[in-house]
T-cell receptor, first 113, second 116 residues
Framework: DAKTTQPPSMDCAEGRAANLPCNHS???????VYWYRQIHSQGPQYIIH???NNETNEMASLIITEDRKSSTLILPHATLRDTAVYYC??????????????FGQGTTLQVKP | EAGVAQSPRYKIIEKRQSVAFWCNPI?????LYWYQQILGQGPKLLIQ????????DSQLPKDRFSAERLKGVDSTLKIQPAKLEDSAVYLC??????????????FGAGTRLSVL
């Protein structure tokens, strides 16, 4: 079972920031938070990941709370092309890490004109 | 850089028939994954290869599903015989070998299977 909880759907106006929350209250010390998204009729696409510090790349920013029990993915200026299902996944690292990703149902983000 | 290639993109078969899907991962990626995605759900891992060895096939219905990765490159997933509940998108993904990169997977567009 997925170890994260996400709202099933969200709307965002084009050009505004989209803030997608994720709850991972049982996260352990060696688990990272990963975000992927899946645009209709495509495979999932990696967005960003983090351990405890905030992270930013060309696609998005990831804000992780100090207790690491929740995080927020921020798309700073959402466009219609950002309409997709967004998945928040926790996955461990270290010698036992096989790279296995367990997807939940994700959040369907609808960006509206 | 070429992405993960999958074929066919669509397949329609009748129940009890057999079907095979092909995947060519990104060049140099040691790890290959097959996922099943039923409509409205997130992808579910079926099998994971490291080079040509199986790392995890705990979710693969082995009575009807089989997969192989010859020479540690291309992979084939087969279903025989197919059931109605096998209707889904079958996604292939690959990732580099080590460390944190294992969890950064690159997905193909998938094969949409309809079993009638």
């Amino acid at each position: 079972d997925a170890k994260t909880t996400q709202p099933p759907s969200m709307d965002c106006a084009e050009g505004r920031a989209a803030n997608l929350p994720c709850n991972h209250s049982t996260i352990s010390g060696n688990e990272y938070v990963y975000w992927y998204r899946q645009i209709h009729s495509q495979g999932p696409q990696y967005i960003i990941h983090g351990l405890k510090n905030n992270e930013t790349n060309e696609m998005a920013s990831l804000i992780i709370t100090e207790d690491r029990k929740s995080s927020t993915l921020i798309l700073p200026h959402a466009t219609l092309r950002d309409t997709a299902v967004y998945y928040c996944i926790v996955s461990e690292h270290g010698s036992s890490n096989t790279g296995k990703l367990i997807f939940g149902q994700g959040t369907t983000l609808q960006v509206k004109p | 850089e070429a992405g993960v290639a999958q074929s066919p993109r669509y397949k329609i078969i009748e129940k009890r028939q057999s079907v095979a899907f092909w995947c060519n991962p990104i060049s140099g990626h040691a790890t290959l994954y097959w996922y099943q995605q039923i409509l409205g759900q997130g992808p579910k891992l079926l099998i994971q290869f490291q080079n040509n060895g199986v790392v995890d096939d705990s979710q693969l219905p082995k009575d009807r599903f089989s997969a192989e990765r010859l020479k540690g490159v291309d992979s084939t997933l087969k279903i025989q015989p197919a059931k109605l509940e096998d209707s889904a998108v079958y996604l292939c993904a690959s990732s580099p070998r080590g460390g944190i990169a294992k969890n950064i997977q690159y997905f193909g567009a998938g094969t949409r299977l309809s079993v009638l």
